[in-house]
């Protein structure tokens, strides 16, 4: 990473994929936990009635984390490419095929939102068969995200590789993305082979993701003053 452009790019990419930590918070890991009430349908509907702007804001955190994650990985891109093409094209496809799976996932959570409020609906169905399907349309709503899960796994494991080649940036932390994205692969595969989220472990394994943005942004902090050093002392 020698010149501004790649810092640019360097600063771009640690800015988005911090924004991404609190939004994934928010919106993937606080609010189901939040609305949905375990081994008590009564409960998780009353919570969702009550919450229901929360949810919305959820959806709209949805929104914003897959458009953030593709100005994101466009950004890793152009900095990634040199050490890897064939590498970094994988890491943007597996973006590409998350984010409509992501964004169609939403529907679930708006269609919940608006069963309750249907004059038609209630004009078909009655109150418990309207409570049934909304149960079913925020379960829906977890298992597709175990299904983004998936590729949010896939796209590390390049990144990792390129972060591990690129010589500007820690090799552990290329190698705790590979791990990372191996605990997303994992968790959508036990998740759907025993019908349970109680073996999960990607949770425990997202390190190299904190690490990622902190190391690129000091990366392009010192790279920049290096930069503006050597500008200052070089001959007019």
Same mark, same amino acid.
């Given at each position: 990473m =020698?010149?501004?452009?790649?810092?640019r &790019?360097?600063?771009?990419?640690?800015c988005? !994929?911090?924004?991404?930590?609190?939004?994934?918070? *928010?919106?993937?890991?606080?609010?189901? $936990?939040? +609305?949905?009430? #375990?081994?008590?349908?009564?409960?998780t509907?009353?919570?969702?009635?009550?919450?229901a702007?929360?949810v919305? &804001?959820? +959806?709209?955190?949805? *929104? %914003?984390?897959?458009l953030?994650q &593709?100005?994101?990985?466009i950004?890793?891109y152009?900095? @990634?490419?040199? !050490?890897?093409?064939?590498a970094?094209r994988?890491?943007? @496809?597996?973006?590409?095929?998350? +984010?409509?799976i %992501?964004?169609?996932?939403?529907?679930?959570?708006?269609? #919940?939102?608006? @069963? /309750?409020?249907?004059?038609?609906?209630?004009?078909?169905f009655? /109150?418990? $068969?309207?409570?049934?399907?909304?149960?079913?349309?925020l379960e829906?709503?977890?298992?597709g995200?175990?299904?983004?899960?998936?590729?949010?796994?896939?796209?590390?494991?390049p990144m990792?590789?390129?972060v591990?080649?690129?010589?500007?940036? /820690? =090799?552990? +932390?290329? @190698?705790?993305?590979?791990?990372?994205?191996?605990? !997303?692969?994992l968790?959508?595969?036990?998740?759907?082979?025993? %019908?349970?989220?109680?073996?999960?472990?990607? $949770?425990?394994t997202?390190l190299?993701?904190?690490?990622?943005?902190i190391?690129?942004?000091?990366q392009?902090?010192?790279r920049?003053k290096?930069?503006?050093?050597?500008?200052?002392?070089? /001959?007019?």
């Amino acid at each position: 990473m =020698k010149t501004i452009n790649e810092i640019r &790019l360097a600063r771009l990419a640690g800015c988005l !994929y911090l924004l991404l930590i609190p939004m994934g918070v *928010f919106g993937i890991l606080y609010i189901p $936990q939040w +609305i949905e009430v #375990a081994d008590d349908s009564s409960a998780t509907l009353a919570s969702l009635a009550v919450h229901a702007t929360t949810v919305r &804001l959820s +959806i709209l955190c949805a *929104f %914003a984390i897959q458009l953030t994650q &593709l100005f994101l990985v466009i950004a890793l891109y152009y900095l @990634l490419r040199p !050490y890897g093409v064939i590498a970094a094209r994988f890491m943007v @496809l597996f973006t590409l095929v998350t +984010i409509p799976i %992501a964004l169609f996932n939403e529907l679930s959570h708006i269609t #919940a939102l608006l @069963l /309750p409020e249907s004059d038609l609906l209630r004009g078909v169905f009655n /109150p418990q $068969q309207l409570n049934a399907l909304t149960l079913f349309l925020l379960e829906l709503h977890r298992q597709g995200i175990m299904i983004a899960h998936l590729f949010w796994g896939l796209w590390l494991m390049p990144m990792g590789y390129l972060v591990y080649r690129c010589g500007f940036l /820690p =090799k552990i +932390i290329g @190698l705790l993305l590979i791990i990372a994205g191996i605990g !997303y692969c994992l968790d959508t595969v036990t998740f759907f082979a025993f %019908a349970t989220d109680r073996y999960l472990i990607a $949770q425990y394994t997202f390190l190299g993701e904190v690490l990622l943005p902190i190391a690129l942004l000091w990366q392009a902090y010192t790279r920049s003053k290096m930069l503006c050093s050597h500008n200052a002392q070089s /001959p007019v």
